[in-house]
């Protein structure tokens, strides 16, 4: 569970030095990018955890999120434990295929930036119309976020293979000692 934490940890830090490199403007007239590699990394992470121990996990992402990024309280820790529901519904129908991962990488994202935008909506924060939102918010956001939704699922594999190697070395190690305190007898 470490090595999760610090994966999804280190691609929100990522985030957060794009969201410096390509600062936003939210004037209603100008384009803009919203870096998404920490909730692609959680969205990736979660798919192969039990539906309790995801939606734990993206809730204490969200709450994360919204301190440190968007400084709402509690708007992304429910969003982001929706997604979870969603993202293990849709994974008991997927692969292991890059493709796969990349749709559900910019689909999750497409959903959770729908999300907010309905709840800012409702709250009256924006009055920005679904057009607007689509073209000057999400359009840029969708299409930067493959080329790092890829990124993310390279690191993705890099750690799951590391996670793997870590288990063989493991068992293998107990089944050295066992036979050792086998032969003792």
Same mark, same amino acid.
């Given at each position: 569970?470490?090595?999760?934490? *610090? &994966?999804? #940890?280190?691609?929100?830090?990522?985030?957060?030095?794009? /969201? $410096?490199? %390509?600062?936003?403007?939210? =004037?209603?007239?100008?384009?803009?990018?919203?870096?998404?590699?920490?909730?692609?990394?959680?969205?990736?992470?979660?798919?192969?955890?039990?539906?309790?121990?995801?939606?734990?996990?993206?809730?204490?992402?969200?709450? *994360? &999120?919204? #301190?440190?990024?968007?400084?709402?309280?509690?708007?992304? /820790? $429910?969003? %982001?434990?929706?997604?979870? =529901?969603?993202?293990?519904?849709?994974?008991?129908?997927?692969?292991?295929?890059?493709?796969?991962?990349?749709?559900?990488?910019?689909?999750?994202?497409?959903?959770?930036?729908?999300?907010?935008?309905i709840v800012m909506s409702l709250?009256?924060?924006?009055?920005?119309?679904?057009?607007?939102?689509?073209?000057?918010?999400?359009?840029?956001?969708?299409?930067?976020?493959?080329?790092?939704?890829?990124?993310?699922?390279?690191?993705?594999?890099?750690?799951?293979?590391?996670?793997?190697?870590?288990?063989?070395?493991?068992?293998?190690?107990?089944?050295?000692?066992?036979?050792?305190?086998?032969?003792?007898?």
């Amino acid at each position: 569970m470490k090595a999760h934490v *610090f &994966y999804v #940890f280190l691609c929100f830090l990522i985030d957060g030095i794009l /969201a $410096v490199l %390509f600062p936003n403007s939210y =004037l209603l007239d100008q384009m803009m990018f919203i870096p998404c590699l920490g909730f692609s990394a959680m969205v990736l992470t979660i798919r192969e955890m039990d539906l309790v121990n995801a939606c734990l996990f993206a809730c204490c992402f969200g709450i *994360f &999120y919204d #301190f440190f990024y968007a400084q709402t309280f509690a708007v992304n /820790a $429910v969003i %982001f434990t929706i997604i979870a =529901l969603i993202v293990h519904t849709w994974s008991r129908h997927m692969t292991e295929t890059i493709v796969e991962l990349l749709v559900l990488c910019i689909s999750t994202i497409f959903v959770k930036e729908l999300m907010v935008y309905i709840v800012m909506s409702l709250q009256s924060v924006t009055d920005m119309s679904l057009t607007t939102w689509f073209i000057n918010r999400e359009f840029l956001t969708l299409i930067f976020n493959v080329g790092l939704a890829l990124i993310v699922v390279f690191l993705l594999r890099i750690k799951d293979d590391y996670l793997e190697i870590r288990d063989r070395r493991i068992r293998r190690e107990e089944h050295i000692q066992w036979t050792k305190l086998s032969s003792k007898r």
